[in-house]
């Protein structure tokens, strides 16, 4: 399997993390502001806050609303890690799903009884910005990935937010794959915005049940969609290498259905 080469948000972690470990920003150091690490880094602020947000939720620093951000002790970082999924690895981003099922499920469920007015608000801008790259023949994985992400704030649960946001850049490969394997047949980008429809209106009208079934269908039909279009890729040159990737693919289908993500 080939693995992905990490994104730039991931190299400004690695980045980050070794100036904490060489001292460069001790223990309980505030970090510089946005444009003296973003000129220092060579990075933009979308990708240094992408960043911080890993940083976040790996507990290698604690950011404040108005004071900033400061580095935590090794004693009260989290030991938990999760092993990105490969865009060319299909069974990583269905065992992704496998999660998201339970997760996204409870998620949708709070959401539809728990939801502000504001966060009505913000599924609508992400539903319309779909909607708008889908028209555009752009991907719109942003748009979908805070679609995601609101309805974790929506929960009014602290620990769905943490969990999403540690889980955000693992859920973007999964999500921007998905899209894009969608966007190679047509008609596939159009049901993939029914689904977000019918989750966004079921929360809007407080319909928990409903909720976790559209978010649940919504997920199996996406982990599908990406199962399907692995099965049917185009034969590789070399014979071994082709049928090694049938094989895979045929393994990730199976996997996929005995675990009820393809119903």
Known sequence: MTLAM??????????IAADIAAGRYPVGAKLPAEPALCEHYGVS?????????????????????GRGSFVLAPSVRTPFRFEAPSAQST?????LAELRLGVEGMAAALAATRRTPEQLARLKHCLDDMARALAEGSSGSEADLEFHRTIADATGNGHYRLFMDYLRRFYAVAIDVARSRSAEADGLSQQAQAEHRAVYQAI????????????????????ARLAAAQATAPAAP??????????????????????????
């Open 91 to 95: 069974q990583s981003i269905l065992e």
């Open 45 to 65: 602020r979308t990708v240094l806050r992408e960043a911080m947000a890993r940083m976040k939720s790996d507990g290698l620093i604690d950011t404040q609303q």
């Open 204 to 223: 809007v009208d407080g319909d928990a049940a409903a909720a976790e079934q559209a978010i649940q269908r919504h997920i199996r039909a996406a982990a």
């Open 6 to 15: 990490p994104s730039l948000p991931e190299r400004l972690v690695d980045a």
């Open 238 to 263: 070399a014979a071994a290498s082709s049928s090694s990737q049938r094989r895979k693919a045929s393994t990730s289908l199976s996997r996929a259905r005995d675990s009820g993500i393809t119903k």
